[in-house]
């Protein structure tokens, strides 16, 4: 049924697109240092029709026909054509929810308000859609005779976590860099549960991309982080999805959370292919939200992307995205000048009292999704977002994988920032008339009733 082998796909240079190399070579990076992207023989593509290409993704999604069912390979002529489908690792990512959040838009004044909810996957967030791509390619360069003994990242947490899930169901070692006492329990216990190579150092982000390009340099281990393009592409199916979920039709406004911004340039990316070969013909506008703490983009974008200065990213609750010198750099702001972009930032107050207003509408965010959230409120206060706009906030993780920023927040135990709603349990001996004057009170306070 496919006809995948029609298709090519390679690495090429970002500013110089004649330097080409083969998908099955191991190279981050064009002879400049600069960054690569995946490109695809767009001519063969647009044979089909646009129309087609829906009707493919359409039947494909969700069903049993191997590799086809997940989000990722249902889209496998667009994502990565050359691979065997006995090589593909997938764990049936992608498909994830995509809901109206009524009553969160309701306090925020807009009436068409959506969550994607990138966290509800195998591994708790979206680095599964790139992971897929990344450990097939690996694997089918392994089937095919290549010699790499590991693969590796260094991660804030859930790219390890979605590492160490899909080599180990490949059977392929995988080694993680891990900022030590900066990434939440559930993320460490991931990698650690897989049977990864789990280090956790003594230096931030950006100082475990500093050994994980080392070792991949001098020990031929295979990287992992986004400067892989090869993420890129499983990642941009996202908004493949989000377009087919809404039966085509494209939304005013893609809000989502940035760190080494290689999530906004992938759903760019999807955005692009989808213009390009008539899936649809309208494009939406893309917010960036930032950590205050961690928001080199929101600085650049402040003076038109004319200089961008790396920062020493400050801690945030925000741990994911706790990062001052992002490796998409250049590909986020071509991104962001073609889908006329924004970037707001969020500091670390409005995340957290995002995070909780947010859940308490029936949501459960990790903070990534709560620095989108202010965000977005700042955009609909200054009057970029309208009322009947319909927006989609990419949450990126699950809220169950940061649970303990939720506790010391309703046990009023965060260090720097008092909780203006906090919900702790009401504890009280097991007495019926203590508990019903407790629990009448209670109900009053929180609905509004005398
Ligand atoms: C990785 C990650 C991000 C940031 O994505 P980038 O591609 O690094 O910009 C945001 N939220 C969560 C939960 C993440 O794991």
Redesign the pocket.
Known sequence: MSKANEYHAWFESLSNPSERYELDQIIYSDREGGLLQVAHDMSALGETSGAEWRQIFQDRGRRNQWPYGSGVWGKKEWVLPGIEDENIVSMYEGHTNLFWAERYGRELGIDDLWLKLC?NSHTG???DLGMTVLVSQVKQMISDGANIPAVACAS????SAALSAYAAAAGIPAVVFLPRGKISMAQLIQPVANGAIVFALDTDFDGCMEIVKQVSEEDGVYLAN?MNSLRIEGQKTVAIEILQQFDWETPDWLVI????????S?LAKGLDMMLDLGLIDRKPRICVGQAEAANPLYLAYQNDFEVFEPIAARSTV?S??Q?GN?V?YAKAVDALRRYDGVVEQASEGEILEACAAADRTGLFN?P?TGVALVALAKLRSRGLVKKSDRVVVLS??HGLKFTDFKLDYHQMKLEHWTSENPNPPIELPAKYSDVRDAMVREIGVRFGGS
């Open positions: 966290g967030s979206f680095k804030t947490g859930d790219t986004s959370p940035g760190g080494n911004l290689g999530n906004v992938a925000a994911a995205i990062i992002p998409s990790c990534h990126t993780a």
